[in-house]
């Protein structure tokens, strides 16, 4: 395990012990220009049943929408070399990754499968850090199950040539799953300054609600 990941995952379990206890803390509600990717967006999170409020200081941009990037949203911190990325599925959309990857497992176990592919994806490097999101965090978001993923980007113009990913998907059963992809240049506390900016913006509604 190189000394980058290793330093990234002990900030990451510090900070995240902080965000649960400062909840809340951050600014949200800025103004989403209505485009045409958001109206579909706020489709797809109606279907799941999630609540999403755009945070502060970010900007959307085009989500990477291909055969090896299947994203439904995406927005920016101008200046700062960050992104995220957002991929929220349906039930029935999991149902049918987990049919077309010819997985015999309950559609609720999809979010485990669709993480772990967009990670091997994302790098040639296979020394990359997962781990299991804690309660506390799920249930502050709605959650009933999650995983992290923190991973050396390849060099490639798919990802605007970033360095690093974390990737966390939670997934809410019978509803859906979300994941969001944190893409940076930076390994340092930058990086999950910028990250925890949006931590507030997206959770599932305590509500079951999906396209079944």
Sequence with gaps: MNHIL??????????????????????????????????????????????????????????????????????????????IWFRVNSVKENKQFLSSNHLRVQADSAYAF???????????????????????????????AGKTYLVNLSDSPLTKHYKYALLITMAKFNAGSILAVCLSNDQGPEFFKNMFEASNCMKFKTQDKADK
Excluded: H
């Design 114 to 144: 669709i993480i772990k592919q967009q990670a091997a994806v994302f790098t040639n490097d296979n020394d990359w850090l997962v781990r299991q999101v804690p309660e506390v965090l799920l249930s502050r978001y709605n959650a009933n």
């Design 6 to 83: 290793l330093k990234f995952t002990r900030r990451t379990i510090l900070l995240m012990a902080l965000l649960c206890a400062k909840a809340g803390v951050f600014a949200q509600g800025t103004r989403v220009v209505n485009s045409e990717q958001y109206k579909a967006f706020e489709k797809v999170l109606s279907k799941v049943g999630v609540n999403f409020n755009f945070p502060e200081g970010f900007k959307e941009i085009k989500a990477v929408n291909n055969r090896q990037f299947k994203f439904n949203y995406a927005m920016e911190l101008p200046g700062k070399d960050f992104e």
